[in-house]
């Protein structure tokens, strides 16, 4: 018996790690996300049944159960060198020369590859089982970051075996945050009401750094592998058959890297990705050209900090050059005071670009912009614009310093610096300037999602007095509305039906719209499906609050804070009061099966057992595993046995598992 468990045990790993392969390095999945899932949580209840057989190279436990007090450091057995920079054709044929004079000869072959903006990890793996994983530190001493980059799929945990692995391989490559990853992390921090990365290599730097590999885990990081670092046996005589046998093993290699016969052509490769770079999901800062026979290498050797046989080819980040027209202060949702420059409309990088941020003011003053300022500005990962640099020298003879405010320019009233010392905030709770923020974001598409209701709108509603706070909304007439600008009647009736289709959006949509510090989207999907009503919610205490897996400490605060506060509460009561009725959450919603028992037997399309007794306990049912004459239904799947026969004698119903994804709810994909 035991010895079957542990065969299935390990049936389920190589076909997990096998589908994570196909997944996360080839990108070629060959089965379905729920079959997947379906592999994982069948191998997670095997190891917790018989946990004498979790091994830490097991799929299950990429995830470390805890943080970690601080990183300890790890000392590279063979220093990671950095590469010198070009950023010009000339400066690489002049880097060619040398090669070819210390080599006395031009024979000899390039490999080119992308130069990925991440940060440079070296894995070692003994006897094929990831042992470490180390950051470059200063190229001799690094951090210890293992229990992070378990988390990351593309990073096998085991190498895959051909029978001939080097007893320790020590792998080097690039850590990247996919672009598309970063677009959605900034996006939930910042509607978190925290502050965004800057760019795709400090948020992949920033994740790695984490002490919590919990949280790592979340945010999609990815892995290249592109050298060699100790090596118990050598893998090829050269480094492009290298880069074939990492792929052998299982490691991520990227598709793009081609070898080139001489300059002429390592200068066109690297030209034509200039553009192209564009088109990928990931950030490169420019291209990476290696000689690649080990042997030449040798010969090649490196000076203090970066080998003589390799050499990079920067491209010039994407920068244009425009004048300020004036500054603006915003008054963001939660009083937070924000420094905008209007500019000059440039063509950068493919799009106008009108505006940039300042992000706040410690930045405005150490950049000192001023109205009239001629300045550079640069797409952060070519995808946020943002002012890097002032031009002094052309800057007009009677401008002034930038004034920092000291009142709201909304409202007037006193302003005040944060606690964490970066932001300015306006103190007023009724402030306007706020308060269309908030509306704004209420009705925006990811919150309540009321049509028609736009930008315009709500500075007019609030300039007429009409709407105070988010329940007014809801007491809004057809005929005040016809009255304003821009408004016809028919546009007006339109306005009114869309607000009030929102009265009954799911419960998580309107705990996400009140817009609580801290609390986005996603954390307030878990407090609706946690809570189930929003009464429930505010009921709910600070520490019971901390203690749901994913909200923490500082949401836990926000939320009470929110919550005791009178205001809030009566705008609530008002809400509701208006006919705001939040559907609750879906699996709460089938109370039609509260009480019921089910039998599960066979086996399931789309679910192991365990899932489907999951899936049954928590439409509020009872799953139990022998049927009697008390069993309401018996889930049948390919196979049943005995327990089906016994049901249809006792006359139990029985039902397919068609059937029983209805009952539940369960929406087919
Ligand atoms: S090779 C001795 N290949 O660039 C050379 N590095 O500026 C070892 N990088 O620290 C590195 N893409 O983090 C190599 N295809 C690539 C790369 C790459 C990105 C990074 C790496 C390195 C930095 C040097």
């Known amino acids: 018996m035991t010895g079957d468990v542990k065969k299935r045990i390990e049936q389920l790993r190589r076909a997990i790690r096998e589908h994570d392969h196909l997944y996360y390095v080839l990108s070629q999945p060959s089965i379905s996300d729920r079959q997947y899932d379906a592999l994982f949580a069948e191998l997670k209840a095997l190891e917790q049944a018989n946990p004498y057989f979790i091994t830490p190279d097991s799929p299950t436990q990429r995830v470390a159960g805890r943080p970690i007090e601080g990183f300890t450091t790890v000392r590279h057995a063979i220093a990671m060198l950095s590469i010198d920079n070009t950023y010009n054709a000339a400066e690489l044929r002049a880097f060619d020369e040398r090669v070819a004079k210390l080599l006395g000869s031009r024979d000899y072959d390039y490999v080119i590859e992308l130069k990925i903006d991440g940060l440079a990890i070296s894995l070692r793996y003994e006897n094929g089982i ?41 792998v080097r490559g690039e850590v990247y945050m996919p672009t598309s990853a970063f677009i959605e992390l900034n996006k939930l921090r910042t509607e978190a009401g ?29 892995f290249f592998a592109y050298a060699t670092g100790e090596l118990s046996e050598p893998l090829a005589p050269n480094h492009y058959e290298s880069l074939q046998r990492f792929k052998k093993l299982g490691l991520p290699v990227n598709p ?41 290498r040798g010969i090649l050797g490196a000076t203090g900090r970066a080998p003589r046989w390799c050499i990079s080819y920067k491209f010039a980040a994407e920068q244009a050059e425009t004048v300020v027209e004036s500054i603006d202060v915003q008054v963001g949702k939660s009083g937070i005071l924000t420094p905008v420059a209007n500019l000059t409309p440039v063509l950068l990088a493919g799009t106008t670009v009108k505006r940039a941020s300042l992000h706040n003011f410690d930045q405005l003053k150490r950049l000192d912009v001023r109205y009239g300022d001629t300045v550079v500005i640069e797409k952060a990962g070519e995808i946020i ?22 009142q709201c320019p909304t409202c007037g009233f006193d302003v005040a610096k944060d606690e964490e010392g970066v932001y300015i905030r306006c103190l007023n709770p009724n402030c306007p300037g706020q308060l269309k923020e908030r509306l704004r974001y209420f009705a925006g598409r990811g919150q309540m999602d009321i049509e028609h209701l736009g930008p315009a709108l709500i500075d007019q509603l609030i300039e007429n007095g009409f709407v105070k706070n988010f329940a007014d909304l809801y007491n809004l007439r057809e005929d005040q509305l016809a009255g304003l600008e821009r408004m016809a009647e028919k546009s007006a ?28 989207g996603q954390s307030a999907q878990i407090l609706a499906d946690h809570f189930g009503t929003l009464e429930a919610l505010m009921a709910a205490k600070e520490e019971e609050l901390a203690v749901i897996d994913q909200i923490g400490p500082t949401m836990a605060q926000s939320i009470c804070e929110y919550f005791s506060d009178p205001e809030n509460r009566s705008v609530i009561d008002q809400l509701i009061k208006a006919g705001v ?33 999951q899936a049954i306990r928590q439409a509020g049912a009872k799953a139990s595993s022998s049927v009697s004459k008390k069993t309401d239904f018996v889930l049948a799947g390919e196979n049943a046995g005995s327990k089906l ?14 059937q029983f994804m209805e009952m539940i709810g369960e929406r087919s994909e």
């Open 130 to 170: 990831l042992r470490t994983a180390a950051t470059r530190g200063n190229g001799e001493v690094g951090d210890d970051v293992t229990a992070n980059v378990r988390t990351i799929k593309a990073v096998p945990l085991v190498l895959m075996d051909n029978g001939d692995i080097p007893a320790v391989v020590e």
């Open 194 to 222: 925290e502050s965004a990365f800057a760019n795709p290599r400090n948020a992949a730097a920033g994740s790695l750094k984490l002490l919590d590999a919990r949280i790592t885990a979340t945010r999609n990081l990815s």
């Open 256 to 296: 793009h890297i081609v070898k080139a016969k001489n300059i002429d052509e390592a200068i066109k490769i690297c030209d034509g990705w200039n553009e192209k770079r564009l088109e990928l999901d990931y950030q490169i800062d420019g291209m990476v050209l290696k000689i690649n026979r080990f042997d030449q």
């Open 385 to 406: 614009p943002q002012v890097v640099q002032v031009k002094i020298e052309l800057r007009p003879h009677d401008t002034e310093p930038f004034e920092i405010p000291t």
């Open 493 to 520: 009736a339109n306005v009114i039906q869309a607000i009030k289709e929102s009265k009954t959006r799911p419960l998580w949509r309107l705990i996400a719209a009140l817009g609580i510090r801290h609390i986005g």
């Open 581 to 613: 009725k939040p559907e609750p959450p879906e699996t709460r919603r089938s109370t039609k099966l509260a009480g019921k028992t089910f039998v599960v037997t066979g086996t399931l399309e789309n679910f192991t057992r365990q899932q489907a007794e």
């Open 645 to 658: 026969d016994k049901a249809q004698k006792l006359g139990v119903e029985i039902i397919t598992e068609e």
